[in-house]
């Protein structure tokens, strides 16, 4: 990933991942003398993490609004694919859909494509890519998933698009949900999670 900053504890299990950019953090706990290696810039506390207003109501939108209207029937393979698990590889291009859940097998690609506009998928249940899925935003445009319950990216999982510009990717969650970024290879996860 790029920089990050955080304003709690720091915590690396595994053994090869990496921050490319600079770690900030407010008053949590990182060990340097343990972890230090793993963060190609600084490293410094007293980090400013601006407050932000709860994205919930936003996702109850976003469920009212795409569970019965949306695009799902411009992919109807894909989408399918990508709820039973099948994705070889996935295709969705700019539009609003709705997914069940999203637990794609491992080795598993979806391309995004927004072409200039915006991909916007409400997610009712949990968004867990498994063991080396690889997803990627192709060309501009942004793509948004509002997800209901989890985020699981399993090992060697990686979200990437070119340039690695977090700000193309985002994940907006409930403020009780959870993001669970397992260990692996050094493959990128570029995306901005919003609770």
Same mark, same amino acid.
């Given at each position: 990933m790029g920089s990050l900053v955080a304003e709690g504890d720091i915590t690396v299990t595994g053994s090869q991942q990496t921050i490319s950019g600079d770690? @900030?953090?407010?008053?949590?706990n990182f060990d340097e003398s343990k972890y230090g290696d793993i963060v190609d810039g600084s490293i410094s506390t007293g980090a400013e993490v601006p407050e932000t207003s709860s994205v919930a109501?936003?996702?109850?939108?976003? !469920?009212?609004?795409?569970?019965?209207?949306?695009?799902?029937?411009?992919?109807?393979?894909?989408?399918?694919?990508?709820?039973?698990?099948?994705?070889?590889?996935?295709?969705?291009?700019a539009g609003q859909y709705y997914i069940d859940n999203i637990n794609f097998d491992g080795g598993g690609q979806v391309y995004l494509k927004p072409e200039g506009g915006t991909i916007e998928v409400y997610v009712e249940d949990d968004f867990e890519p498994k063991l080396d899925s690889r997803i990627e935003v192709i060309g501009n445009? !942004?793509?948004?998933?509002?997800?209901?319950? @989890?985020?699981?990216l399993d090992d060697n999982t990686s979200i990437s698009n070119e340039g690695d510009d977090a700000k193309q990717f985002w994940f907006y969650m409930n403020p009780d949900g959870d993001a669970d970024l397992e260990g692996g290879k050094k493959t990128p996860i570029t995306s901005t999670l919003l609770e």
């Open positions: 770690l @900030e953090y407010v008053s949590g109501g936003l996702i109850d939108n976003k !469920r009212a609004n795409l569970t019965n209207s949306n695009d799902n029937h411009t992919h109807t393979d894909d989408i399918e694919a990508l709820k039973d698990g099948t994705c070889d590889p996935c295709n969705l291009t445009g !942004r793509v948004e998933f509002y997800v209901e319950d @989890e985020v699981t």
